[in-house]
């Protein structure tokens, strides 16, 4: 069984610039979660994809954007990169039926991105 | 707004002694709590959750204790050892959110085990 993985580990880009992080889901996991760690705090929830549509949103712009594709993998686009976005992002996989409760959710390894 | 609180930002416990981890919530539509272990460039792991229609869930060496009227969690290691040392985090999801699930995150407590 493969755990989430998510690519790169590291990356910095120029404020302005547009970045795209990947993640690939657990094996058998359909629903795909990405949240923000800056440094000294806890995770917080950007967004939730369930079969490939967006499934719950938290207190980001719309310049973070994403997309779930069938085999269950996601990307989050960043658009017009500020400096506070500078934080590592993870992606974590879980798994729904319909309305029924999730599993807990698998964390990735995360990705920390540097603006500058 | 920290819906979440974890006040203790560090913690150190001897090898074979408890680690008592704590953490307050605000928010009373919380119905289901998470602890998570992060290592070092490593992504957040599941240690252990507990409903909100329990008081205690026990996993081996790990007791999730919750009082609702507290608003109050808390993590139990017993025996705590060299390898628990890490960041714990809190999380709580939310029963309104259900279909819309997110958890939310206090800010971590880093445990530390002195051998």
């Known amino acids: 069984e493969t755990g989430v993985t998510q690519s790169p580990t590291h990356l910095i880009k120029t404020r302005g610039q547009q970045v795209t992080l990947r993640c690939s889901s657990q094996?058998?996991?359909?629903?795909v979660s990405w949240y923000q760690q800056a440094l000294g705090q806890g995770p917080q929830f950007i967004f939730q994809?369930?079969?490939?549509?967006?499934?719950g949103r938290g207190n980001f712009p719309p310049r973070f954007s994403g997309l779930q594709f069938p085999n269950y993998s996601s990307e989050l686009n960043v658009n017009a990169l500020e400096l506070d976005d500078s934080a590592l992002y993870l992606c974590?996989?879980?798994?729904?039926?319909?309305?029924?409760?999730?599993?807990?959710?698998?964390f990735g390894q995360g990705t920390r991105l540097t603006v500058v | 707004d920290q819906q979440v609180k974890q006040n203790s930002p560090s913690l150190s416990v001897q090898e074979g002694r408890i680690s008592i981890l704590n953490c307050d919530y605000t928010?009373?539509?919380?119905?289901?709590f998470l602890w998570y272990k992060k290592y070092p460039a490593e992504g957040p792991t599941f240690l252990i959750s507990?409903?909100?229609?329990?008081d205690k869930n026990e996993d081996g060496r790990f007791t999730v204790f919750l009082n609702k009227s507290a608003k109050h969690l808390s993590l139990h290691i017993v025996p705590s050892q060299p390898g628990d040392s890490a960041v714990y985090f809190c999380?709580?999801?939310?029963?309104?959110?259900?279909?819309?699930?997110?958890?939310?995150f206090g800010t971590g407590t880093r445990l530390t085990i002195i051998p």
């Open positions: 974590a996989s879980s798994s729904r039926r319909d309305r029924e409760r999730r599993t807990e959710a698998f």
């Open positions: 094996s058998g996991h359909n629903t």
């Open positions: 994809y369930y079969r490939e549509e967006e499934n």
């Open positions: 928010n009373s539509m919380f119905d289901y």
């Open positions: 507990i409903s909100s229609i329990k």
């Open positions: 999380a709580a999801d939310d029963i309104s959110n259900f279909g819309n699930e997110k958890l939310t």
